[in-house]
């Protein structure tokens, strides 16, 4: 008979513990259609595991998604926790959620899980659990490969303001031997096996938790929240380790002291389970003192998770001041050790959107020629969206990019600017 695997992973005990947060930045006025900047916190640790997502609603304004010019939605997630996702890899994902009492689906779409794509074809999640409208369904789905139809995997029902745990199992292939289920309080898991479950031209994809959902006048929203806790990520095809007390006593010395509790840590054997901590307190450490955490994480040994460390204190920096980590990067540069965080910064932040500049001068350090061009690529596309003569002079006159390259990217800002507007 054969043991059961141990679940190597993560288990979220504070913000810190994940990758990014993706806050709603502005609040949206359909009657005028604009923005405006709002400092409202909408992610909170709620303390012991738990995190709120809260998104305010109403029919003349609401919270936007991040600070992007997207009008008809809204966004509170966090995202990335432990390793990622590969192509043939199996995970199990992990929630207990509740809303509050009042809350009801409404519009297109309501999302509180989704698998996305960090590279390839990385616009719609690969995974999604979502309430259906109204007050008592949700479904499991995933998207089969090229295409943008998803298929339901499970239906399972749920009750506003009730505590429910629910477990999704997934497994990456670009052939016929994927599965996409979910356990719900503990049942058998149900959904599709024996599937292709992938998007195009991705290798690499991360969870996120939250609450994301559709926004249009006269929906029936309020001022609602999801409620995450024990959210743990685990790949389950692999022996890993359990549980460790000298870790567990480090994590709660992080509250007081950081600095002491990565020293603590460090006097531990090495193990996944460590490094994950150390990156999980430094992160906590950069929402406070930025620079202070990055200094630690630099003289931390490959093998002890410093580039999770790296990527996760990047993260928190850029949050509160681009301008200082992008010239914190530049003094470094050229790196293949900063080309991922470059990538997240110029790909995978709001700057993209509303602050260009910044999004490109993050790409421009890209060490790599040809991810610098992809970066370079996916910016300038965006800003071709509404100038696209603009993006082309900028390109043109890239320092950055190869005649090939510029030729690639300009067909393709020609292209867009020529299809007849929406």
């Known amino acids: ?30 009657a005028t259609g604009t923005f405006r900047h709002d400092d409202f916190v909408n992610v909170t640790d709620r303390g012991q595991g738990t995190f709120r997502m809260l998104l305010r609603y109403r029919s003349d304004e609401w919270d936007g998604d991040r600070d992007t010019p997207n009008r008809d939605r809204q966004r509170a997630e966090v995202k990335g926790l432990g390793v990622h996702q590969k192509t043939g890899e199996t995970f199990d994902y992990a929630t207990t959620w509740r809303t509050n009492p009042g809350f009801q689906g409404a519009g297109r779409f309501c999302h509180l899980f989704q698998l996305k794509a960090t590279n390839g074809d990385s616009g719609a999640p690969l995974v999604t659990v979502s309430i259906l409208p109204g007050r008592e369904r949700a479904e499991l789905r ?33 052939s016929h031997d994927g599965m996409v289920l979910v356990s719900v309080d503990g049942d058998e898991f149900q959904g599709a096996r024996d599937v292709a479950v992938y998007r195009p031209g991705a290798t690499d994809y991360r969870p996120k938790w939250g609450l994301y959902r559709g926004a249009s006048p006269g929906l029936a929203l309020g001022d609602d929240y999801v409620e995450h806790k024990d959210i743990s990520a685990n790949r389950t095809d692999v022996v890993g380790e359990t549980g460790n007390t000298a870790i567990d006593a480090a994590r709660s010395l992080a509250q007081e002291s950081p600095p002491t509790a990565l020293a603590r840590l460090q006097q531990l054997p090495p193990s996944p389970a460590r490094a994950e901590t150390l990156a999980t307190v430094a992160a906590d450490w950069a929402a406070s003192q930025p620079a202070a955490a990055m200094a630690w994480v630099e003289k931390l040994a490959p093998a002890n998770g410093r580039a999770d460390a790296m990527l996760r204190v990047f993260n928190r920096w850029a949050d509160q001041a681009p301008d200082a980590v992008l010239h914190w990067a530049a003094a470094r540069a050229p790196s293949s050790e900063l080309d991922p965080l470059l990538w997240y910064f110029a790909t995978d932040t709001t700057f993209r959107y509303v602050v260009r500049e910044k999004a490109l001068a993050g790409a421009e350090l890209i060490a790599d020629p040809e991810l610098r061009a992809r970066a370079i690529d996916h910016v300038a596309l965006i800003w071709a969206r509404r100038e696209p003569q603009a993006a082309a002079h900028y390109v043109e006159a890239s320092a950055s990019l190869d005649p090939a390259q510029k030729a690639t990217l300009l067909a393709k800002i020609y292209a867009k600017d020529k299809k007849p507007a929406s």
């Open 142 to 174: 995933y998207r089969p490969g090229p295409g943008e139809k998803e298929i339901v995997a499970r239906t399972f029902t749920w009750k506003p303001g009730a505590w429910q745990t629910i477990r999704v199992r997934i497994k990456t292939s670009l």
């Open 1 to 30: 008979m054969l043991l059961p695997l141990a679940a190597p992973g993560a288990t979220a005990t504070s913000l810190g513990s994940f990758e990014g947060i993706e806050e709603p930045l502005v609040r949206y006025s359909p």
